[in-house]
């Protein structure tokens, strides 16, 4: 139940985040680079655990 509400927290985050770039970023491009920082960054955390 636990690792289902730290997915939940993840999920949120990364909502937040992908809204926050998309109204920050004035292209595409911008978005797919953070995009793949994030989606990285997810990879490293979920390979922590």
Do not use: E, H, P, R
């Not at 289902?4 to 680079?33: E, H």
């Not at 989606?39 to 390979?47: Q, R, S």
């Amino acid at each position: 139940m636990q690792a289902i509400k730290n997915l939940m927290v993840l999920l949120l985050n990364f909502m937040a985040l992908l809204i926050l770039f998309y109204i920050l970023a004035d292209s595409y491009t911008t978005v797919v680079l953070l995009l793949g920082l994030v989606l990285l960054g997810f990879k490293v955390l979920m390979a922590k655990n």
